[in-house]
């Protein structure tokens, strides 16, 4: 189907730690995957995106790794921090060039 | 750096009555989006427009919205008559040509009572 699935809806992780998200479609024409992280009250906002041309990309402490044959891709975030704390949402971007978000996640990170 | 300006960033209206939510795209875009999520729910795309044209709809953008760039800088999104299930954040966004990146703005929260 058109949905993209994201797990998990909740993440707790101590200050220090990793932190994983991952998210799973069905379009095998899809090939744009952004992900954006969400403030309260603040609008989503882009902080990596890759290309299904390639199966992984990182920006310091983030990374985000494709499989197109399986059809998932995962956000890593690493040595995490307490302003990290936010929702995250997955995107897939399909044939008309609109996105199709995943139902987020809710990440905290405990000091 | 530039970014998606939106106002108001909040309005409450009643049930029935029209509402105009105004976007500012980044500057040098040409291609524009209007989102909307409901309060702890996921974003939903609603329409996107190209060169003064929709380009694509969604089920939920009925005849009740409308979109338009009225000028050179501003893009709208028109309700004509609010229900309540059209409480939501609505989000603007935008993305350059030959991009794909689409960048959102902070989002107009409206309330329909």
């Known amino acids: 189907g058109e949905n993209v699935e994201q797990h998990p809806s909740t993440l707790s992780v101590q200050e220090g730690d990793s932190a994983v998200i991952k998210c799973t479609y069905s379009d095998s024409a899809s090939n744009y995957f952004p992900w954006y992280k969400q403030e309260l009250g603040k609008g989503p906002q882009l902080i990596i995106d890759i290309r299904s041309n390639v199966g992984e990309k990182k920006d310091q402490r983030i990374a985000v790794t494709l499989n197109k044959t399986a059809k998932h891709f995962s956000l890593h975030i690493t040595e995490t921090q307490p302003e990290d704390s936010a929702v995250y949402f997955c995107?897939?971007?399909?044939?008309?060039?609109?996105?199709?978000f995943g139902s987020g996640t809710r990440l905290l990170v405990r000091p | 750096e530039p970014e998606v300006t939106q106002t108001p960033s909040h309005q409450v209206t009643q049930m029935g009555q029209e509402v105009i939510l105004r976007c500012v795209p980044i500057s040098n875009h040409l291609y524009f989006y209007w989102y909307r999520q409901i309060l702890g729910q996921k974003v939903e795309f609603l329409v996107s427009f190209y060169n003064n044209e929709i380009s694509e709809k969604s089920e939920i953008f009925d005849d009740q919205f409308s979109v338009e760039r009225p000028d050179g800088s501003n893009f709208t999104l028109k309700i004509r008559s609010t229900k309540l299930e059209d409480s939501a954040m609505y989000f603007c966004?935008?993305?350059?040509?030959?991009?794909?990146?689409?960048?959102f703005g902070p989002g107009t929260r409206l309330t329909v009572l």
């Open positions: 966004a935008s993305s350059a040509p030959l991009q794909l990146e689409q960048f």
């Open positions: 995107a897939r971007m399909d044939s008309s060039y609109k996105l199709i």
